[in-house]
């Protein structure tokens, strides 16, 4: 189980750029967004398109207090592509949805302010 870090902790230690590049960040739309009420805290099952490359990945995200289930598809988030599947309650969780904690640690997504190409990697 991955731990959630500190959000008051100092900046973490100086990584190389060849450590940046080997997170891989890329940009999707949100294209089903389903509750998962199996999951041990709240969170939905979303459905994401990562273009003709990556194709569709699923992912569980606690994201149930800032999003509607309504609101979710169409929008675009940015997720970690290559870390390893998860397992999630029944769901095999294949990407990390990214977000910042608001003032209460709840989550807010991680997105463009303008509508990019589905695929494309932060650098």
């Known amino acids: 189980m991955h731990k959630t ?24 739309t949100i294209v089903e967004a389903l509750p998962f009420p199996e999951a041990r805290k709240p969170a939905y099952r979303l459905s994401i398109d990562f273009g003709p490359v990556i194709g569709i990945r699923r992912s569980s995200a606690q994201i149930t207090e800032h999003y509607a289930l309504e609101d979710l598809p169409g929008r675009q988030v940015a997720a970690v592509v290559n870390f390893p599947p998860r397992q999630i309650g029944p769901m095999m969780s294949e990407v ?3 977000g910042f904690p608001d003032e209460q640690g709840k989550v807010v997504l991680v997105a463009p302010g303008v509508a990019v190409p589905n695929g494309g990697r932060l650098f």
Not at 7 to 19: L, N, T, V, W
């Open 96 to 98: 990390l949805t990214l």
């Open 5 to 28: 870090p500190d959000p008051q902790a100092p900046a973490a230690a100086m990584i190389g750029f060849d450590d940046f590049l080997a997170v891989d960040i890329r940009v999707g």
